[in-house]
């Protein structure tokens, strides 16, 4: 009753527009007075499902993020990029989709990636007669890089609802995000040659430009080196990305003011409000499910279909790709993780492999419709409909899937470091 009450509640909110944290806290007051059981520890579970460090992280990379484009530090990342893949055919949709694992390697998100790299480079290709709608596609698609490659929001909250070690969900998703960024690279050179070179290749250029990019290259390299010699925790590499950060953009590159920052801190509050209030709810609800065992009935259930893990691992990501269809990427993961991860690890599939893949599924489903967030970012940013859009990114839908394929066959890839 209980799981049938939060999948109808879900359907519901998504019928009628409801934001999906205060569907989520309506279902649990629902739950709570069905079942007649004290309100005392709807709020207990709410403070504790945020009384957690590693979701210090969080606000700290949209911070990076927002500092990264505000503070000159992404622009000398798109110059670099532009100076080492400008040269080959379709230029520069190569330069947008390397600038996105730049940037994506820094902050974490697909949206914040899709919005920055965005902003600076679809008018520019606009000017080098690719289409909008193509132009936009590529930043869109592109931005998946972004949830993969670590630092990744995604991985963190998956961290989080399932207590499985963020480290290695990090380290996990390197192999991959390089992987997603070549697949991506080699699509959008298949479909923009007509388009000509985006500049002549000029060693003197790329040694300027390098120089230039030099501190913002030092960012991603402190958050992932830091994190794999065991330094510091994924949290504090937040903290120290943001640190430096705002050395680099005050001090170094001159470019960020203290009106400027005061602004972007308000913009932080604003989303990390949003994730918060959602992983309260969900908390909630998460306590409610494993105090009536619904995980391990799930668990009975779904090994009673199958104990062959590779088509366990079909289903659930046939599931999650129709998901991603109507939910938005946070509120699956915090919803979802902890109901699938008891199944998977039972049939001795490695949480951290799960992690990843869930990761990459639901933010395929961030650039499709109806609900893809990124896919609206990029209508606004691009300046395009919907439908054209969407037109522009079956290509790169088809290059996604066959590299979920890809890592549904050989989970090596994705285990590279373990």
């Given amino acids: 009753m209980i799981l049938w009450s939060i999948l109808v509640g879900l359907a519901l909110c998504i019928l009628i527009g409801m934001p999906i944290s205060f569907g989520l806290g309506a279902i649990s007051l629902f739950i709570f007075f069905y079942s007649d059981i004290p309100l005392s520890p709807l709020v207990d579970q709410a403070v504790n499902g945020l009384d957690s460090f590693p979701l210090l992280a969080i606000p700290l990379f949209i911070l990076v993020g927002e500092v990264m484009s505000a503070g000159g530090i992404a622009t000398r990342l798109v110059r670099l990029a532009s100076a080492m893949v400008g040269f080959v055919a379709g230029g520069l949709g190569q330069v947008a989709v390397m600038t996105s694992m730049f940037f994506g390697g820094i902050s974490g998100s697909a949206v914040a990636d899709a919005s920055a790299v965005g902003s600076m480079m679809i008018e520019p290709m606009k000017q080098h007669r690719y289409s909008g709608s193509m132009a936009t596609a590529i930043v869109v698609a592109a931005s998946v890089v972004g949830i993969i490659i670590p630092p990744s929001i995604p991985m963190i909250l998956f961290g989080v609802v399932t207590n499985t070690s963020i480290s290695e969900l990090f380290l996990a998703g390197i192999v991959p995000g390089i992987l997603i960024t070549v697949c991506l690279a080699a699509t959008t050179y298949q479909q923009s040659r007509q388009n000509g070179r985006g500049q002549p290749f000029d060693f003197g250029e790329l040694v300027s430009a390098l120089k230039e990019a030099l501190w913002a290259m030092l960012l991603p390299v402190i958050i992932v080196g830091g994190i794999l010699t065991g330094i510091f925790t994924p949290t504090e590499s937040a903290a120290i990305a943001l640190v430096y950060a705002l050395l680099v953009s005050c001090f170094i590159y001159r470019s960020l003011t203290l009106k400027t920052l005061f602004g972007l801190c308000i913009t932080t509050g604003r989303l990390t409000g949003v994730v918060m209030l959602l992983l309260a709810f969900a908390s909630v609800l998460a306590w409610l499910l494993t105090a009536n065992m619904i995980p391990q009935q799930l668990v009975v259930g779904l090994s009673s279909l199958t104990d062959n893990k590779f088509l366990l691992l079909l289903i659930l990501s046939a599931f999650l790709l129709v998901v991603g269809f109507f939910m938005d990427l946070t509120p699956a993961m915090v919803i979802l993780a902890p109901m699938m991860t008891p199944v998977v690890v039972k049939l001795g599939i490695d949480s951290v492999y799960f992690g990843v893949l869930m990761s990459f599924i639901l933010g395929i489903g961030l650039i499709t419709p109806?609900?893809?967030t990124v896919l609206y970012v990029g209508c606004g940013v691009g300046k395009v409909s919907m439908?054209?859009?969407?037109?522009?990114?079956?290509?790169?839908?088809?290059?996604?899937?066959?590299?979920?394929?890809?890592?549904?066959?050989?989970?090596?890839?994705?285990?590279w470091f373990r």
């Fill in 387 to 415: 439908e054209r859009l969407v037109k522009s990114l079956l290509p790169f839908y088809f290059t996604l899937l066959a590299l979920l394929a890809l890592f549904l066959l050989f989970p090596g890839v994705v285990l």
């Fill in 370 to 372: 109806p609900v893809g």
